[in-house]
């Protein structure tokens, strides 16, 4: 069983929905990113996304195209994060999965990024811009690597299609709860938890929700129907806001402590 799946295993039999947060590796410097990642699994984080910087992330809001040009203008490269994952994966036990784009993944070579991957410590990959027909090579290598390669759906997924990628990603599925692009939102669309419902009734596969989700007050809503709740832009604001990196450490592990909070079942009255 992977990482992956036993962390999804131990929260259903908590009665628990994931918590995954994001930050872009590099921003605002590999050191710090360390320092974030090990705080966000201290405040309670169940699994977490490390973004890889690229010069022209379509699938991201103006809040992490930021956070990419300033992990880019600090040399981050692929290959460094993998560097800082396998400093990771020495201290904490959360899994980690790399975001990102198909370039640098490629540039690498399927192969290569794979037995990368996994000697690294690396658990898990989404590529937001490579459906699994044209990613096959890389997510086939991915598989054979021991790293799970998770794909992606949206509202305008049809039935068919969302049957194909619950049964061909590995990890979960994650849902992306809006049209358009990465950014912190007011409100969650309307017809968000029947759209995940619709998912839910093909296979049971973990769908995690992402892409917008801005409060606790979302999370505890998504919590509700689906297995887990992406939180990405609203973190990367407050490293963007913080005048110092001890205080974006601070502020990213409080925000994420409300969060894992809001995932939790409420407590039962006495």
């Given at each position: 069983?992977?990482?992956?799946?036993?962390?999804?295993?131990q929260l259903?039999?908590?009665?628990?929905?994931?918590?995954?947060?994001?930050?872009?590796?590099?921003d605002?410097?590999?050191g710090?990113?360390?320092?974030l990642?090990l705080?966000m699994?201290?405040?309670?984080?169940?699994?977490?996304e490390l973004?890889v910087?690229?010069?022209d992330?379509?699938?991201d809001?103006?809040t992490?195209?930021?956070?990419?040009?300033r992990?880019l203008?600090?040399?981050t490269?692929?290959?460094?994060?993998?560097?800082?994952?396998?400093?990771?994966?020495?201290?904490?036990?959360v899994?980690l999965?790399?975001?990102?784009h198909?370039?640098?993944?490629y540039?690498?070579g399927?192969?290569?990024?794979?037995?990368?991957?996994?000697?690294?410590?690396?658990?898990?990959v989404i590529?937001a811009d490579?459906?699994?027909?044209?990613?096959?090579?890389l997510?086939g290598?991915?598989?054979?690597a021991?790293?799970?390669?998770?794909?992606l759906?949206?509202?305008t997924t049809?039935?068919?299609?969302?049957r194909?990628?619950?049964e061909?990603?590995?990890?979960?599925?994650?849902?992306?709860?809006?049209?358009?692009?990465?950014?912190a939102?007011a409100?969650?669309?309307?017809d968000?938890?029947?759209?995940?419902g619709?998912?839910?009734a093909?296979?049971?596969?973990p769908?995690?929700?992402?892409?917008?989700?801005s409060t606790?007050?979302h999370?505890?809503?998504i919590?509700?129907?689906?297995?887990?709740?992406v939180?990405?832009?609203?973190?990367v604001?407050?490293?963007?806001?913080?005048?110092?990196?001890?205080?974006a450490?601070?502020?990213v592990?409080?925000?994420?402590?409300e969060?894992?909070?809001?995932?939790?079942?409420?407590p039962?009255?006495?």
């Amino acid at each position: 069983m992977s990482r992956i799946a036993a962390c999804f295993e131990q929260l259903r039999t908590r009665g628990e929905k994931a918590l995954v947060p994001y930050v872009t590796a590099g921003d605002p410097d590999l050191g710090t990113t360390e320092a974030l990642v090990l705080a966000m699994a201290e405040a309670g984080a169940d699994l977490i996304e490390l973004g890889v910087p690229f010069s022209d992330p379509i699938a991201d809001g103006p809040t992490i195209q930021r956070a990419s040009q300033r992990a880019l203008e600090r040399a981050t490269s692929l290959r460094r994060v993998l560097e800082l994952t396998k400093r990771l994966r020495a201290r904490t036990e959360v899994p980690l999965l790399l975001m990102g784009h198909a370039n640098p993944f490629y540039a690498m070579g399927p192969t290569g990024f794979a037995a990368a991957a996994a000697e690294a410590g690396v658990d898990g990959v989404i590529v937001a811009d490579l459906p699994p027909e044209e990613g096959a090579d890389l997510y086939g290598a991915a598989e054979k690597a021991g790293v799970d390669g998770v794909l992606l759906a949206a509202p305008t997924t049809t039935e068919a299609r969302l049957r194909f990628l619950a049964e061909r990603t590995r990890g979960f599925l994650y849902y992306v709860s809006l049209t358009g692009v990465t950014g912190a939102r007011a409100a969650l669309a309307a017809d968000l938890a029947a759209a995940v419902g619709r998912v839910k009734a093909l296979s049971d596969v973990p769908v995690c929700v992402g892409f917008g989700v801005s409060t606790p007050e979302h999370a505890r809503e998504i919590a509700r129907f689906a297995d887990g709740v992406v939180v990405g832009s609203a973190i990367v604001e407050r490293i963007e806001r913080a005048r110092t990196p001890d205080e974006a450490v601070d502020s990213v592990a409080r925000f994420v402590a409300e969060l894992k909070a809001a995932t939790r079942p409420a407590p039962k009255p006495r």
